[in-house]
């Protein structure tokens, strides 16, 4: 079993910046983050492979977000600059054990939101 915590949420102006933490209680292959806005479906934003060697972003937040890893502290950040109001959602940090990066997780922490407002 992975517990996943999430922190760093908050309320940000257009154009700021945050950094979201995703600690977890042991250790997983493939982390992800996805985000919920509401009335819609919970989406993936990006991905990381256990080295950190390969990654994916969703076509809305590349050039603008950024996923890493820290594996000595089975942790996972996403820093998240030029946020814009669309960005607005509650954030999910996944966990899984299989290697591809795109769907299939198995570990899910509670959420943090994010919104963008001025």
């Known amino acids: 079993q992975v517990q996943l915590v999430e922190s760093g949420g908050g309320l940000v102006q257009p154009g700021g910046s945050l950094r979201l933490s995703c600690a977890a209680s042991?250790?997983?292959?493939?982390r992800a983050w996805y985000r919920q806005a509401p009335g819609k479906a919970r989406n993936i934003v990006a991905a990381i492979s256990w080295s950190g060697g390969s990654t994916y972003y969703s076509d809305s937040v590349k050039g603008r977000f950024t996923i890493s890893r820290d594996n000595a502290r089975n942790a996972v950040y996403l820093q998240m600059n030029s946020l814009k109001p669309e960005d607005t959602a509650v954030y999910f940090c996944a966990a899984k054990y299989g290697s591809n990066l795109h769907g299939g997780y198995d570990y899910w922490g509670q959420g943090t939101q994010v919104t963008v407002s001025s």
């Open positions: 042991g250790d997983a292959f493939t």
